[in-house]
């Protein structure tokens, strides 16, 4: 198999099922940007210690596996009889546990605050941003065309996991958050009153 097809020196790409589109169409984007969130997980995985983080070496794992799918059932333009969608309609749901888990790791947050700590946290940090602009691209091929469902929820709950995990890597190597300064408390408990600014 050659890398190089010549086939998108015009500007196009394929589709699942063969239809050419120009590389920067929505669905394109979409799928690109779902990429582009796992080639950050793979530089965070890089940069994790691999003892006692074996959990999240895991995860993360799972997460690519994942994506994969998400992708391709982003690059397929119409539903189609003979295609079976790879992403489940649980696959946001599964994420959930993940979520508190990972929450539960970390200093109990109140304010909003600054991406960074060790380099491994601040990728995840970046895969999150990644995920967020994938949401909204596929959000925007939603407007325009019919998707899968469950791509777009799965994209938004795994945003919220990556930003957790990299706060609970944060916190297992001793990494303090640093709270945006003119941050008003924003994550409180339910029936709670925001402070006054």
Avoid at 48 to 62: M, N, R, W, Y
């Amino acid at each position: 198999m050659r890398i190089y097809t010549r086939g998108g020196d015009k500007g196009k790409t394929a589709l699942i099922g063969g239809e050419r589109r120009f590389k920067d169409d929505a669905r394109v984007e979409a799928y690109g940007s779902v990429d582009e969130a796992g080639a950050f997980l793979a530089y965070a995985v890089s940069l994790l210690p691999k003892e006692g983080f074996e959990d999240v070496h895991d995860a993360i794992l799972a997460i690519q596996q994942r994506l994969w799918d998400v992708g391709a059932d982003l690059a397929l333009p119409a539903e189609s009889e003979k295609y079976h969608f790879r992403t489940p309609t649980d696959a946001a749901s599964e994420l959930e546990p993940l979520v508190d888990k990972y929450q539960s790791e970390a200093e109990k947050l109140t304010k909003f605050v600054l991406r960074g700590g060790h380099p491994a946290a601040a990728t995840l940090h970046v895969a999150c941003t990644v995920a967020r602009r994938a949401e909204r691209r596929i959000v925007a091929l939603m407007r325009q065309e019919e998707i899968h469902p469950a791509t777009l929820m799965y994209v938004n709950r795994l945003s919220d996991l990556l930003f957790v995990l990299a706060r609970a890597v944060n916190a297992r190597l001793g990494e303090k958050d640093v709270q945006y300064e003119n941050s008003p408390e924003v994550f409180r408990e339910p029936g709670k009153k925001p402070e006054s600014r």
